[in-house]
Each structure stands twice: as C-alpha cells, then as structure tokens.
C-alpha cells in the first residue's frame, strides 16, 4: 500500500495549478461562460500541447498512461480553478468509450485527434423518462441493409453543442429496460434528420437536447459490439464517475478556504465574524467533509486501477459521499458568506452552484447509495 | 500510490491469522464478539500470549521491545485482530503512559516501568480528568508539594477507567503556585496505587456497570524520582500523550467488524411484515441504506486513517487529516451502536444485567447480541466526550488547520 504521489503526478497537477492561477480567474472564467461556445479554443489546444487531453488514456493507445489515480490528480487541480472546457464529456466519458469499446482503426483516427485538440466529442445517452438508469433507452437503431436508422430522443447531452461527433447509445434489439440490446453509434453532429437544441446549464457548462429522426448511419459506424455496450458503458461512467468526485473535491477545498477568508474579514459587530464559535465549527464541519471526501475518492480511485472486481462499489460508495459533502459544503459556503454569497457577483456562488449539479450528474447521491447496497 | 499488499505483506497476514487461530482463547474471543464486557483477566492472559510472541508493543521503538512493524503490517494486524475478536488493548500502559516514558523519562525510569508495562504484570490508569478540569483540562487543581525528597499529592482525579484493577497511575498535578502560568505549573507524576491516602471509588455509568472511578489522594506522598522531566513541564508531556497515539484512535478496524456483525444480525432478524424466513430487516430499503450509508462512512474513514499513516511512514508530521480521526472515529462507531439497538427491537429494553456483564447461567432473555445493545449504545455515549471531545477537536482544526 502506498499513497504517496510520483514526481510525474506532481508535476501534472502543479502545472494545472500554474495554468489555473495564470489564465483562470473568476472574472475570466465569467468571460467564458458568457462567450459564444462557453469554453476557450485556444485553452484547449494548450491542454492538448501540454498533454492533459492524454492523461485519461493508455499507452498503447498513445495517452500518458490511463490511471484512475491520475484522472483523479488531473481533475482535482481543474475543479480547484471551476474550469469548463469539456474535458469530462468530451475526453473521459466520450474518448472512454472509444478507448474501451473502439476499433484499432476507430481508436486510431479518433483518439489521436481528441488528444491533439482537434475533435469535440459528446456522448447522448439519457433520455427524460430515463434517469440514472443507463439501460433505460427508446431511442432505437433499425439495421436496415447496409445502415441503421436512428430515431429518438436524448436528453442534457453535455458539450452536445460543441460536439463533432456525438455517440449514441440506441437499442438495436430488446425492450426498453433489457440489458441486453444497447449498441453505440457514431454520429457526425451534421448528419441529416439530427436536431439539436443547445443550451447552457446552471453551473456554466453548456448541453443540448437532441432528436434523431430516422438518421441513416453507415452500419460500420458502430462503436464495440452491437447489444452488447451495456457493460462498456457501466464502466466508462463509472470512471466519469470518479473524475467528476475528484473535480467536485477541488471545488469544495476551495469553497472552505474562501469561507474562511472570507469571515476573516468581513466584520459585523466590530470583529470579524471568524471570531464566532457558532461559525467556526460549521467551517470545521466543512473541512472535515472536504477530507472525507478526498479521502473516499483515493479509495475508488485505487480500487479502478486494481482491476479487482469491486470498483463499482468502490464508485458509488465515492459518488456518495463526494454528494454529501458537496451538498454540506457548498449550502455552507453560501450561508458562512451571507448576502454576498447568494449574487453572481462572488465566486462562492459558482461553486456552489458547481458542487449541486455534480450531486445530480452520472447518479445522485441516493441513487448510489442504493447502488452500494445492492452490489 | 496503489492499494495492493506485497507478497511479503501477504505473508504476514497469513502468519497474524495463523497465530490469532491458535492462541486466541475461545472464551474471550467469544466475548468480545458478543460485545460483553471483559474482566481484568481476559486483557491480562491475552497481554501475556502477546508478549511471548514478541507482538505485545506494537507501537513501540524495537531498542524498548517495540515490533518495528511498518504502517501496513500495523493496519494487518489491527483489522485480522478485530476480525479474530481479539480484545482490543487497555490503553493507558501500552500506549499512553509508555511512550511518555521512552521519550521523557530518564534511563532509571525506563528500566524500572517499561518491562513491566511490555509484560502487563503492572496494570497503569490515568490521572488527568477531575471533577472541576474536563475539557478545560489545564484547569486541573490537584496539588503536588514538595517535602524533602517527596511531593505530598492533594486533590480528586475523576473518569479513572479501570482504576479498580490498577497498580500504578499517571498524574497531571499542580506543582506551581498561583500566579504560574497554568502550563508551566503542571508536572507530571507515576504514583504507586499502594501509596497511602488513596482511595478509589467507583462510578455507576448508564449501562450499570462499573467501569470509571474517582480517585481520591490525601497527602499522598510521592518521591521525588517519579516525576517524569522537568518540573512545571507536564503539560508538554502531556500534549504529546493525547497527540502520539493516531494509530488506532478512529477504531476502524473495530467498527468494520461490528458493522459486519450488525448486518449479519438484521439478515436474520425479521422486519415483521412477512412470515417467509427472508422477510429480514436488510430487506427494508430505509434500513438498508442506513446501513450503507454507514459502512460508506466508514470506507471514507478508513482511508482518511490510511492516509495519515502513509504520512507518518514517509517522515511527514500527521496532517490535517488526522485530526479528523476522533471525531468521525467515535461518530461512526457510534451510528453502529444505535444499529444495533433498532436491530433489538423490543429486545433492547430487558435489562438483565448479568446477560451482559459477566458469566450467566440462567434462562437468557431475548436474542444473545440484544442484551447488550442499548446499555452499549448508553455506554459509548462517553467516546464522543473523552480524550478532548469532539468540540474540543474541532476547536483544534480550527485553530490548527484553518487558522482561526
């Protein structure tokens, strides 16, 4: 057992860091997501150069390695700075599913692009009526001769907008809720009969709501095995899953250190109300989550790169508890503020804007829970 | 960082289990798993196995009979120890009181208290908390005189776990006059339970048992020689006591198996709605995921414990982190307590003290682990209080991690 962190970790989440304090203020931030994409072209292409973009992926498939330890290192240091170029969507969750479920070919021509900068990728696989349940899908693909038919609906697909190629989770065969049925299809976001509705979110990301009716795809775009994605899926979240813990922990330790500061100088009653025990033990409260948090979240990181069988517990248990810390520390950030907190002005704001939608995203926090119990 | 154990940590695993299977006695074991209480004879006889085998001073430097274990052989043998039922160590000796000793005391000290504490032929308690000095800790007013080559003791110590059973106690006592700045008027002193003018009386705590004391000294006289370090520099000492010992003080590996026991208890407790044999309480989705929500808690605090020892291990000061240890140490294993007496039911309420308190011959009253459910929960109400309570804690975080 060993928690220390190698020199090359350290180096990859300093250098975040420096970029973060650099580039990424709250005002500059604002400026992004007020801009016309929501994200800057120009970072991305610095993420690429500097190799972030890689981190997620393996050796072979021409990334920095792929360890569940350096996603989570890598995504700390982005959510410390509430950055919102789509590295989760586009790179972890969309670039997983090709590194997991992709041909050499398809993972050849893909991964590079995504890892130079020069491809936007969204994955569409919710549905309204579907929940946190990832076999719950209507959307359907008919093989008709040498092409699928695509019809459907898809719903909050995150970076939809920005996306060049979306994947697309439709049943091929089976019902509604079967396991079994699930197929992925690649999409170019141009395609004729796809109809996308963008939009931003409340956290200042960007997603969209799209239809597909009867899209004809040629049947060699389909991504892994046809039926058979259910499990590619299922695990390729639950990394999502653990990037997505690991981003909110950047954000709560810097919620509690801006709580801190900040009732250090804001005065009422002639001394700063950092002199209040009442308050002082709610800000305990808020680094005693922030710790549990990190601390659950090293656990499922470890066990993803164990191979061991039980990262799905160790994932949910993570998505959990990262939920109720993010829910404690993000509501007290905002009350520890007063006034201030609840404008767009300050950044606390965001954060705690941020620290509620992650609890929503890839399952809540009960749906994991639940998850737990039941594996 | 990785998770996995090195085929010589496999190893010792093997031998720690091996060796917990063949000289764990049977009776103990029992009780400890039962959750009942243990008489001074349980700790003693196991002490002793202990020390034959080398095993007794976990913590200790290996130059004082020490293991020289590293953190992960020390996480092995705390969670095979639980998972055995093998009773866990009274503190006060082992892991309070001797470490005081091979970092302050002089070579005479060592020699003289340190073989017998490794060995448990002398059973230590402590002496710091009094009637009007809890949290305010440095309040404390026993006094401590000099006459001649003694000091001459005054003064009620409180809250003295197995005071009863003691041969020797540590003592925070008052030795500067007033106008001394509290922490540089207290020393600290071994004083011989054998001394006259001492009497120890006991404490009645809400499970009916007597486990705590008062101490009472009535010019109690104590050479000069059993002062640790320097007069007036007690409460250095002191401080470095309630800090040392991290390892162990969240009780994770404890909880992981009380927690593990639960669950197997509601899987065979039913929840009344049905009469099949699998209408048990685990069915019940409200208790479920209070049950997850739980061993949850417990994963984050494990790590949170493993995290901190890795520190330690490379050289590093415990971090923030630790500090963290006490408070959802005793809050989780708190949560497990109350379990345990939602699974009771209506069998928590019988209290048939001898159940729970020592050997029973009679007809037994309810299901075995519901005896000592709520008395236990009652019981454990303490570990949120003692070693500097839980606001104390976050005080500490306060002011030592967030500056405030």
Same mark, same amino acid.
């Given at each position: 057992m060993d928690f220390s962190v190698s020199e090359e970790q350290r180096m990859l989440r300093d250098s975040i860091a420096k970029f973060i304090q650099q580039n990424y203020d709250f005002h500059s931030r604002c400026e992004l997501v007020g801009?016309?994409?929501?994200?800057s072209a120009a970072h991305w292409q610095l993420f690429a150069e500097l190799g972030w973009l890689s981190v997620p992926f393996r050796e072979e498939d021409?990334?920095?390695?792929?360890s569940a330890v350096d996603l989570m290192l890598m995504m700390e240091a982005f959510g410390q700075g509430m950055v919102v170029e789509p590295i989760l969507p586009s790179v972890v969750l969309s670039g997983g599913l090709i590194a997991a479920a992709g041909s050499e070919v398809q993972k050849r021509d893909m991964l590079g692009a995504l890892m130079a900068g020069r491809l936007q990728l969204a994955f569409a696989f919710s549905e309204p009526?579907?929940?946190?349940?990832?076999?719950? /899908?209507?959307?359907r693909a008919e093989l008709q001769g040498d092409s699928y038919v695509l019809s459907g609906q898809k719903s909050v697909v995150l970076n939809g907008g920005a996306a060049d190629v979306l994947i697309v989770a439709a049943?091929?065969? @089976?019902?509604?809720?079967?396991?079994?049925g699930v197929s992925l299809l690649l999409v170019n976001?141009?395609?004729?009969?796809l109809v996308r509705q963008d939009y931003a979110t409340v956290d200042g990301h960007r997603a969209s709501e799209i239809t597909f009716d009867k899209v004809r795809l040629p049947a060699?775009?389909?991504?892994?095995?046809a039926g058979g994605a259910l499990p590619v899926i299922e695990r390729t979240v639950d990394r999502v899953s653990l990037a997505l813990c690991a981003e909110a922990v950047g954000a709560m330790e810097v919620a509690y250190r801006k709580t801190v500061e900040y009732t250090r100088t804001r005065k009422q009653f002639g001394v700063a /109300?950092?002199?209040?025990q009442a308050l002082q033990h709610r800000m305990a409260d808020m680094f005693i989550e922030c710790e549990m948090a990190r601390s659950i979240v090293i656990m499922a990181a470890l066990q993803l790169d164990a191979h061991n069988g039980i990262a799905p517990r160790a994932v949910s248990a993570a998505k959990s508890r990262v939920g109720r810390a993010a829910r404690l520390i993000g509501q007290e950030a905002v009350q520890l503020h @007063? @006034? /201030?907190?609840?404008?767009?002005?300050?950044?606390i704001g965001h954060i705690f804007k941020r620290l509620t939608t992650v609890q929503y995203m890839f399952g809540s926090t009960d749906h994991h829970t639940r998850r737990f119990a039941s594996l | 960082m990785n998770i996995d154990y090195s085929p010589e940590e496999l190893a010792f695993r093997r031998e720690v289990r091996d060796f917990l299977q063949a000289k764990l006695p049977p009776g103990t074991r029992r009780k400890v798993l039962d959750g009942l209480p243990l008489i001074k004879s349980d700790h003693v006889n196991w002490q002793k196995i202990l020390y034959e085998q080398g095993?007794?001073?976990?913590?200790?430097p290996v130059e004082y009979g020490?293991?020289?274990?590293?953190p992960t052989q020390k996480y092995i043998w705390a969670n095979e120890c639980a998972m055995a039922g093998a009773p866990e160590v009274v503190? &006060?000796?082992?892991?309070?009181v001797a470490p005081v000793i091979y970092t302050y005391g002089n070579q005479e000290q060592k020699h003289r208290f340190l073989p017998g504490i490794l060995s448990s032929d002398h059973w230590w308690c402590q002496g710091y908390s009094e009637p009007n000095a809890g949290? $305010?800790?440095?309040?404390?007013?026993t006094s401590a005189v000099r006459d001649g080559d003694s000091y001459v003791v005054n003064g009620t110590k409180t809250w003295t776990t197995l005071g009863h059973y003691a041969d020797w106690i540590f003592c925070l006592v008052r030795?500067?006059?007033?106008?001394?700045?509290n922490q540089e008027a207290i020393s600290f002193l071994l004083i011989d339970?054998?001394?006259?003018?001492i009497t120890v009386s006991p404490i009645i705590t809400l499970d009916g048992l007597h486990e705590v004391n008062e101490v009472h000294f009535d010019n109690v006289r104590v050479p000069l020689?059993?002062?640790?370090?320097?007069?007036?520099?007690g409460w250095t000492y002191a401080k470095m006591l309630l800090t040392h010992?991290?390892?162990?003080?969240?009780?994770v590996a404890q909880s992981k198996k009380r927690l593990q026991t639960a669950r197997e208890l509601a899987s065979n407790t039913?929840?009344? $709605?049905?009469?099949? $044999? $699998?209408?048990?309480?685990?069915?019940v989705p409200s208790f479920a995921q209070k049950v997850a929500a739980i061993e949850i808690e417990l994963l984050a605090l494990e790590f949170t414990e493993l995290r901190t020892l890795s520190a330690v291990s490379t050289?590093?000061?415990?971090?923030?982190?630790?500090?963290i240890l006490k408070i959802k140490g005793t809050e989780v294993a708190q949560a497990i307590d109350e379990l345990y007496v939602e699974i009771a039911g209506?069998?928590?309420?019988? &209290?048939?003290?001898a159940q729970f308190g020592g050997e029973y011959e009679g007809p037994w009253v309810g299901?075995?682990?519901?005896?000592?459910s709520a008395p236990r929960y009652f019981n454990n109400r303490k570990t949120s209080i003692y070693g500097g309570s839980n606001e104390i804690q976050k005080n500490i975080i306060c002011k030592a991690v967030l500056g405030l």
């Open positions: 801009s016309e994409t929501g994200f021409g990334g920095f390695g792929g009526q579907s929940r946190y349940n990832l076999a719950n /899908i209507k959307t049943r091929t065969s @089976g019902g509604q809720l079967d396991d079994n976001a141009d395609t004729d009969g060699t775009d389909l991504l892994g095995e /109300i950092a002199s209040f @007063g @006034g /201030i907190g609840v404008t767009e002005e300050l950044d | 095993w007794a001073a976990v913590n200790w020490g293991t020289g274990w590293t503190p &006060f000796g082992m892991k309070m949290s $305010d800790l440095a309040s404390l007013t030795t500067g006059g007033p106008g001394v700045k339970m054998e001394t006259p003018g020689e059993n002062r640790i370090g320097e007069e007036g520099r010992e991290r390892t162990g003080i969240a009780r039913s929840h009344g $709605d049905g009469i099949e $044999d $699998d209408e048990s309480l685990m069915r050289g590093q000061a415990p971090g923030p982190e630790s500090s209506y069998y928590g309420l019988p &209290f048939v003290k299901p075995g682990a519901a005896a000592n």
